[in-house]
């Protein structure tokens, strides 16, 4: 088996709380210069930047994985991740179908831009994309999941826009591929918490909304190359893939 370092948790200028330098090129150049040989790109309810982020980072031998981190209903964070473009924009329309039509204050919220390879802007978000979504978290990952995408909810332990700040809980029983923790707890202290769920593979991301973020949260997977099949099947920790969290 080979290791691969992850970062499975970055946001692009699409989204309004990234910063304005967080362009497809300085993320992918950023990613490059700190040994990330894997890359989720997760902005709020939005996939339009995962192409691009995908075809500059080939150049530099990093595989990257296309999705989006969901708002619910109850407003928990979600990433989810899908295996090809087809399906990646399957998973927009519907976002675009139940993201609610609340304009978005660029003063306010930040700018939501869509860039080219040229880095100039070739659309501009209006909706507000961290609304939550007229879906609930099941609902959600009954969707990705239809799609044969990857379901993890985000930074569990966090005190805002997770399952335990949400629900007070993370429900037992949840179809979930892993669940993402943050640098403040470990995957044995949240486990003490809620018991139930000792038995799932946590991740850690960097959740990075500016470049020195960028890498700061690293999960290691042990696998034979890199590809959607090959990911999932070291979250499931079949076939002697697995994974783990780098430590700093």
């Not at 530099?60 to 990433?79: N, W």
């Not at 202290?189 to 960028?214: G, L, V």
């Amino acid at each position: 088996m080979n290791s691969f370092r992850a970062d499975l948790h970055v946001h692009t200028v699409l989204s309004p709380c990234g910063d304005l330098e967080m362009s497809p090129a300085v993320i992918v150049e950023t990613a490059a210069r700190r040994g990330i040989d894997i890359l989720g790109i997760t902005d709020h309810n939005s996939t339009k930047h995962g192409p691009l982020v995908s075809k500059l980072a080939q150049k530099k031998g990093i595989f990257v994985l296309c999705g989006a981190e969901v708002t619910t209903r109850e407003e928990a964070h979600c990433l989810a991740f899908f295996e090809n473009f087809e399906k990646l924009a399957s998973f927009q329309q519907y976002l675009d179908r139940y993201l609610p039509d609340i304009k978005n204050d660029p003063k306010y919220f930040g700018y939501q831009v869509v860039l080219d390879e040229e880095e100039m802007i070739v659309e501009e978000e209006e909706r507000l994309l961290i609304s939550g979504l007229d879906q609930t978290l099941d609902q959600i990952e009954d969707e990705v999941h239809r799609l044969g995408g990857l379901f993890i909810p985000a930074h569990i332990d966090r005190p805002k826009y997770s399952l335990t700040s949400q629900l007070g809980f993370v429900p037992p029983g949840i179809k979930a591929d892993a669940l993402e923790i943050s640098r403040f707890t470990t995957a044995e202290k949240i486990a003490e918490q809620f018991p139930w769920i000792a038995s799932y593979t946590f991740i850690r991301s960097s959740d990075a909304h500016h470049p020195d973020a960028i890498g700061s949260g690293i999960t290691i997977f042990e696998m034979e190359r890199r590809s959607f099949d090959e990911i999932r099947k070291a979250l499931h920790r079949t076939d002697n893939r697995s994974t783990r969290i780098e430590k700093h």
